[in-house]
């Protein structure tokens, strides 16, 4: 039985024994809205405790993709995904399966810092496990105060927990919602252009944050930013009309890539 699953369902794929890891399947993946086709047929492998990168061009599916991974894709009204999305072996579309149980796993993080306007710093990290959250025996204030560390946060607001989650910087923010997302301990964590809002130095922090989350939880990134995707990145993909064109180990995508539209984009010949 998946652990995403509430029983058994015949010809689905079962989540293996033993610890979740984070390991992402993609099989022949569509997406739409309504009647316009966004993806065709992505199938690729996301490593687990790795980061990994999606490039491409505007509007070629890249965030599509992205919220298709946890389920987030169907909230919009006429979207729809077919194909096979496994995390860990299990089907995340199976007939059974609570789509708030795969947003838990599979945690995200967004383009512009989102913090709950009406809460505390306290009370923004707290959100998720006050709706329900297993706390594994711990103290809400331990997980709290866990989730800033793990977001490097911890330092710079641990005298001010009961201010408003807004009254931080941009960057700050950011940190703020990954702290958010790490609490209810996901496998994964999805981040949507995290850095298109924030200056170089606050950049600089979600860029090495990313990094030192790899060896816990598996990354999943998009980003307009080939640069921002060299540094931080062990594998990357890159999408182009809503297509996978080529995946494969950051450096060998951006020295040698294998096909010709990759090496144009990367040379800035398009996109």
Known sequence: MSALETNTMPNRPAAPAGPRVGGIDTRDVHAWFD???????????????????????????????????????????????????????GDIYGPSVDPVLVRRRVGMVFQKPNPFPTMSIYDNVAAGLRLGGDRGGATLDEIVERSLRAAALWDEVKDRLEKPGTSLS?????????????????????????????????????????????????????????????????????????????????????????????????TGRFG
Do not use: W
């Open 35 to 89: 009647r316009h086709h966004v993806l065709h047929g992505i199938t690729l492998t996301i490593a687990p405790r790795q980061v990994t990168a999606i490039i491409g061009p505007s509007g070629c599916g890249k965030s599509t993709f992205l919220r298709c991974l946890n389920r987030m894709h169907e909230l919009v009204p006429g979207a729809r995904v077919g194909g096979q999305i496994l995390l860990d072996g």
């Open 170 to 266: 941009g960057g700050q923010q950011q940190r703020l919602c990954i702290a958010r997302a790490l609490a209810v301990s996901p496998q994964v964590l999805l981040m949507d252009e995290p850095c298109s809002a924030l200056d170089p130095a606050a950049t600089l922090r979600i860029e090495e944050l990313a990094r030192q989350l790899a060896g816990d939880i598996t990354i999943v990134i998009v980003t307009h930013n080939m640069q921002q995707a060299a540094r931080v990145s062990d594998v990357t993909g890159f999408f182009l009309n809503g297509e996978l064109v080529e995946l494969g180990v950051t450096d060998q995508i951006f020295t040698r890539p294998k096909d010709k539209r990759t090496e144009d984009y990367i």
